[in-house]
């Protein structure tokens, strides 16, 4: 039963501190998004890569975010400085983007990494 | 810039009724829309995609309708069961950025 997983699943960090969150996508699967869920904002796509390049990253936010693909098993994601806004459920999704449909057929989610900053 | 917005933001119907949820875009240049749910504390599950040329798309007892020129789409459920309750998003694909409605929370009770 192929699944994507995410570590760690909890964080709780103090505020300035490094955050890095690492998920391995489902294999095979040559798409992977970053989202972040708050109560307030609800669900927000950070950023997504389709063959380990980034294509969008205009929801997260440069200064202190970072997403990188280092290979088709692994992407990260990491915030310098983190701050207590930051606070959120961060979720990897991976699936198979079809030539010709764009999106997704589906989006398969990790059980996300929950991020408390202090 | 893309905007999505959904309607209602929360709906509570009784066990068995039809409903149809809405969503709404200000761009009609869109090369896809997609339905999902989403499970308390869990991800987002693909319900049915619907490429710009088709009109609608079924699945079960799930239908969606595209109407470009309008800026609609509708997420038409039939004989609406207490599994169904779940938050149901809506996601605009074009030039390789998704666009996301806020959703709408569905209860049906027993």
């Known amino acids: 039963d192929a699944r994507v997983t995410q570590t760690p699943r909890d964080k709780v960090t103090e505020m300035g501190q490094e955050v890095t969150m690492r998920c391995q996508p489902i294999?095979?699967?040559?798409?992977v998004f970053w989202y972040r869920q708050t109560m307030m904002q609800g669900l927000e796509l950070l950023a997504y890569f389709r063959n380990r390049a980034p294509l969008d990253d205009s929801g997260m936010p440069k200064d202190r975010f970072s997403a990188e693909m280092p290979d088709a098993t692994l992407a990260t994601l990491k915030i310098q400085p983190s701050e207590p806004r930051d606070s959120a459920v961060y979720f990897c999704?991976?699936?198979?983007?079809?030539?010709?449909?764009?999106?997704?057929?589906?989006?398969?989610f990790g059980p996300g990494t929950r991020l408390l900053v202090l | 810039k893309q905007e999505v917005t959904q309607i209602p933001a929360a709906l509570s119907v009784p066990e068995g009724e039809n409903l149809v949820l809405n969503c709404s875009f200000t761009?009609?240049?869109?090369?896809?829309l997609q339905w999902f749910r989403q499970d308390p504390g869990k991800g987002l599950t693909s319900l049915l995609l619907i490429q710009s040329s088709q009109r609608e798309q079924t699945s079960g007892r799930l239908n969606a309708s595209l109407d470009k020129s309008s800026g609609r789409s509708t997420l038409y459920i039939a004989a609406s069961q207490p599994g169904d309750s779940a938050t149901y998003l809506c996601v605009v694909y074009n030039f390789n950025k998704f666009y996301f409605g806020s959703g709408t929370k569905l209860n049906v009770k027993p």
């Open positions: 294999l095979g699967h040559n798409t």
């Open positions: 761009d009609s240049a869109i090369y896809n």
């Open positions: 999704a991976s699936g198979t983007g079809l030539a010709g449909s764009g999106g997704l057929e589906t989006q398969y």
